[in-house]
């Protein structure tokens, strides 16, 4: 069974940081591509942040130079650390694992990150 469980996400004042994880288990991690998505109120899930099997990363423009994405194959879990946070990162943040040429694609169940004073 495959499983993705995020944490790490809470109530954060602007200009703080968070550190998402995702842990995963019943697939061959390092094989996967890794993203983290995020989901405001009445808006559509848009991707974050991915990073390859070989390491090679991705960022939303809105998130470049904030935000870094990593993972550990050895811990089958990918992190996003966010810092410099802002009111409009406020969303429900959710892992992707997605194995590239496939239809292997599974989501965690979401964390919410809200930036607020």
């Known amino acids: 069974q495959v499983q993705l469980v995020e944490s790490g996400g809470g109530l954060v004042q602007p200009g703080g940081s968070l550190r998402l994880s995702c842990e995963t288990s019943?697939?061959?991690?390092?094989?996967?591509?890794m993203g983290w998505y995020r989901q405001a109120p009445g808006k559509q899930r848009e991707l974050v942040a991915d990073?390859?099997?070989?390491?090679?990363?991705k960022y939303a423009d809105s998130v470049k130079g904030r935000f870094t994405i990593s993972r550990d194959n050895a811990k089958n879990t990918v992190y996003l650390q966010m810092n410099s946070l802002k009111p409009e990162d406020t969303a429900v943040y959710y892992c992707?694992?997605?194995?590239?040429?496939?239809?292997?694609?599974?989501w965690g169940q979401g964390t919410q990150a809200t930036v607020s004073s």
């Open positions: 019943g697939i061959i991690f390092r094989f996967y591509v």
């Open positions: 992707n694992a997605d194995l590239s040429g496939s239809s292997f694609s599974y």
């Open positions: 990073i390859s099997s070989g390491g090679s990363k």
